[in-house]
C-alpha cells in the first residue's frame, strides 16, 4: 500500500483563521499593486492607501492578540515604555500629536504583528500559501521596475505616483523601486527581505533557480550597496557553516554573474579613466550626508536625555513642518534619537527575540541578527511601512519552513498507524 498517495489526496484544509491571514496579506498587496493607479487615476493618496493598510493589519492582530493573550516580558516592557515615552513628549515637552503618534503606531504593529505569528498556530499549508503569495508580489515588483526603465505611460505613473520615487546612482542606473510606494531603500530592504526567504524555503531544483533569477533581476534594478553586502555575506554563511542548503556552484555562478553586470555596465556608461573619479564623488555624497546626520544625533545626546531621548518621532516619525529628520539613513541612531538608549536596547532586543523564536538554530539566529544590523544601521529598513507590514508574514513563513521545527502532519493518526512512532517527526506534508 503507497501510504504517500493515500496522503496526498487528502487535501488540506485552511481554518478560518488561515483563511482571515491570507486574506488580509492578499488585500495588503493587491492594493499595494495598484497604489500608483489609485494616485494617477482617483487622486488617492499615498497616505490614505498606507493609513488604510495600517487600519487593516491592526484589527487582524488585535482581534488574534485577545484570542492569544501571550506577551513576553520583553514585548511588555518595550510597549510600556513607548507607550510612556509618547505621553511624556506630548505632555511635558508639548511636541505636536502627529510627530510622535505616528511613530508609535508604526513601533506598536511591528510588535503587535511579529508577536501574533509567534504564538498563531499556523497550518503549513497556510505558511506555503503566505509564501507563495509572497513571491507572486515580489514578481511583480519586478515587472514594475522594469517599467520603471521605460518611457511608456505605465512606466511613468509607476515612477511618480503613489509614493514612488526612483533615483540614479554615479554609473547613470536607474534605480528601481519596484513600485511599493517608496524610495529604493524600501525596496533594498523588501529585496533582503526575499533573500532570507530564499535561504531558508526548502524547493525543487526548478523552483530555487527561478527564485535566484528573480533576485537576481531585483539586485539589479535597485542597485544598492547594501544589497550585495548581504548578498556576499549569505554566500559566506552559506559556505562557512553549510547553510540554507545552498548549492555552492549556483551561488558561486550568481555573484560571477553580478560581478559581470557591474563592470559590463561601468564598461557601457563610464569611461574607465574617469570611472574611480566618478565613484569617488559619488559615494562622498552619499555618505556624506549620512554620516552628517550620525554625527548631528551623537552631538544632541548628553547625560541629561541619552536614557530617553532627545525628541520622539523627529526621525522615525512624522516631524514638524519647520523640521526635517536629522537622518533618514540609520535606524540605531535614529532609535537613539527618539527612544532614547533604554528605547534602543529595547528594540535590538525584540529583534534579537523575534529572529531566536522563528527559528531555533543559532546558526540562523545570527545570520538574521546580523543581516538586520547591517541593513538597520546604515539603512531605516523596518523603520518604512511597507517592510512593517510584511516582515511579520515573511517571519512566519521562515518559522514554517525551518527543518528544525516540529510540524504536525495532516492527519496525525494514519500517520502514527503507518510510519510509526520513530518517524512522525520526519513527516512533512510539503515534501512529499
Not at 126 to 149: D, E, G, M
Not at 157 to 172: A, E, H, K, V
Not at 208 to 233: E, G, Q, T
Request: glycine share 6%; net charge positive; with cysteine.
Amino acid at each position: 500500500m503507497n501510504i504517500f498517495s493515500e496522503v496526498r489526496e487528502e487535501r488540506p484544509r485552511l481554518k478560518k483563521t488561515d483563511r482571515a491571514i491570507i486574506f488580509v496579506l492578499t488585500l495588503i498587496l493587491f492594493v499595494n499593486i495598484i497604489k500608483p493607479f489609485l494616485d494617477y487615476f482617483l487622486n488617492v493618496t499615498q497616505a490614505t492607501v498606507t493609513a488604510t493598510q495600517y487600519v487593516i493589519l491592526m484589527l487582524l492582530y488585535i482581534f488574534g492578540f485577545f484570542k492569544i493573550k501571550k506577551i513576553s516580558l520583553l514585548e511588555l516592557f518595550f510597549v510600556v515604555y513607548i507607550t510612556a515615552r509618547f505621553l511624556l513628549e506630548i505632555m511635558y515637552f508639548g511636541t505636536s500629536l502627529m510627530q510622535p503618534l505616528v511613530s508609535l503606531l508604526k513601533l506598536l504593529i511591528f510588535v503587535i504583528g511579529c508577536n501574533y505569528f509567534v504564538n498563531a498556530n499556523l497550518s503549513s499549508y497556510a505558511r506555503a500559501k503566505i509564501s507563495k503569495l509572497l513571491w507572486i508580489y515580489f514578481f511583480i515588483t519586478i515587472v514594475f521596475s522594469i517599467l520603471q526603465q521605460t518611457d511608456t505611460t505605465i512606466g511613468y505613473i509607476i515612477s511618480n505616483f503613489g509614493g514612488n520615487l526612483t533615483s540614479q546612482n554615479g554609473l547613470l542606473i536607474q534605480r528601481s523601486t519596484g513600485g511599493i510606494g517608496g524610495t529604493v531603500i524600501d525596496y533594498t530592504f523588501v529585496v533582503v527581505l526575499f533573500l532570507i526567504m530564499f535561504m531558508f524555503e526548502s524547493n525543487s531544483y526548478f523552483v530555487r533557480h527561478v527564485k535566484l533569477f528573480l533576485l537576481f533581476a531585483a539586485f539589479y534594478l535597485c542597485f544598492s550597496r547594501i544589497v550585495f553586502l548581504v548578498a556576499i555575506i549569505t554566500y559566506l554563511f552559506g559556505h562557512i557553516f553549510h547553510f540554507g542548503g545552498m548549492s555552492k556552484r549556483s551561488v558561486f555562478n550568481f555573484l560571477a554573474v553580478l560581478l559581470f553586470v557591474f563592470l559590463f555596465t561601468s564598461v557601457v556608461y563610464v569611461e574607465w579613466d574617469l570611472l574611480a573619479d566618478l565613484l569617488m564623488i559619488s559615494t562622498n555624497t552619499s555618505d556624506e550626508s549620512r554620516t552628517n546626520g550620525w554625527y548631528g544625533i551623537v552631538h544632541s545626546i548628553n547625560l541629561e536625555n541619552i536614557l530617553y531621548g532627545v525628541s520622539m518621532g523627529v526621525n522615525t516619525g512624522q516631524p514638524l513642518i519647520t523640521e526635517t529628520k536629522i537622518t533618514g539613513d540609520g535606524q540605531i541612531f535614529a532609535m537613539l534619537y527618539d527612544y532614547g538608549l533604554m528605547g534602543l536596547l529595547l528594540y535590538l532586543g525584540i529583534i534579537f527575540q523575534y529572529s531566536y523564536q522563528f527559528t531555533r538554530r543559532w546558526v540562523e539566529v545570527v545570520y538574521l541578527i546580523f543581516v538586520f544590523a547591517i541593513v538597520i544601521f546604515v539603512n531605516s529598513g523596518i523603520d518604512k511601512y511597507f517592510v512593517i507590514y510584511i516582515l511579520p508574514f515573511v517571519f512566519v513563513v521562515l518559522r514554517g519552513t525551518s527543518k528544525y521545527m516540529v510540524i504536525q502532519p495532516v492527519n496525525p493518526g494514519f500517520i502514527a498507524r503507518e510510519l510509526g512512532p520513530s518517524r512522525q517527526n520526519s513527516y512533512h506534508p510539503d515534501r512529499i
